[in-house]
């Protein structure tokens, strides 16, 4: 295992569209998997996407099964590792809520998402994974998606006003959101 530094917004691989994975239960694909792990729990990271660590690979890992420390008001989120996703919406229903990003340390914003969905992909061993989620988990999950498909979370801010620096705007979670990730 290692532990990669995580593109910054402005790095042109983080813009792009992810490949899909074709072979699973490989060397790679397991050292790939240990990697973002490594990698998201020393950020204590939500997720992490594969394109974060400059690889060009549709493989996504969120959730820990515990509380996260940047985010300690939200519910826990399995740990799920989700290969060639897709998600669906379930209904027309958003919600608007903070989010931050490990490529885009140091700010957060609030976005919308669709507030149920279902998704689906695969494990590291080419299992099928569908699930519904909803709130937190369907938010975590629309963000490490999007990193797929070269969409980082202000593009998808629609309120300027409500996008800042966490030091300014959440002063007691300033130390977990270092520029150093």
């Known amino acids: 295992m290692a532990r990669h530094p995580i593109l910054k917004m402005g790095d042109p691989r ?12 490989t060397p790679e694909l397991h050292q790939l998997i240990a990697d973002l792990r490594e990698t998201m729990a020393g ?3 939500a997720g992490l ?7 060009d690979r549709q493989v996504v890992l969120f959730g820990s099964g515990a509380v ?3 985010y300690p008001n939200e519910a826990i989120i399995p740990a799920t590792v989700l290969i060639n996703p897709v998600i669906t919406p379930i209904g027309e229903e958003e919600q608007s809520g903070w989010e931050g990003c490990l490529s885009v340390p140091g700010l957060r914003a609030v976005v919308p998402r669709w507030m149920h969905i279902r998704y689906t992909g695969f494990d590291e061993f080419g299992r099928t994974i569908e699930r519904t989620a909803s ?6 999950a629309q963000h490490e998606c999007d990193h797929l498909i070269g969409k980082l979370y202000p593009m998808r801010v629609r309120d300027f006003s409500q996008f800042g620096y966490v030091e300014t705007l959440f002063p007691e979670l300033s130390a977990l959101e270092g520029d150093d990730d």
């Open 43 to 45: 950020a204590n990271g």
């Open 68 to 70: 996260n420390p940047r």
């Open 14 to 25: 983080l813009l792009t569209v992810a490949k899909p994975v074709t072979a699973f239960d």
């Open 135 to 140: 709130g937190f988990h369907a938010r975590v």
């Open 49 to 55: 996407a594969a394109p974060q660590i400059g690889v």
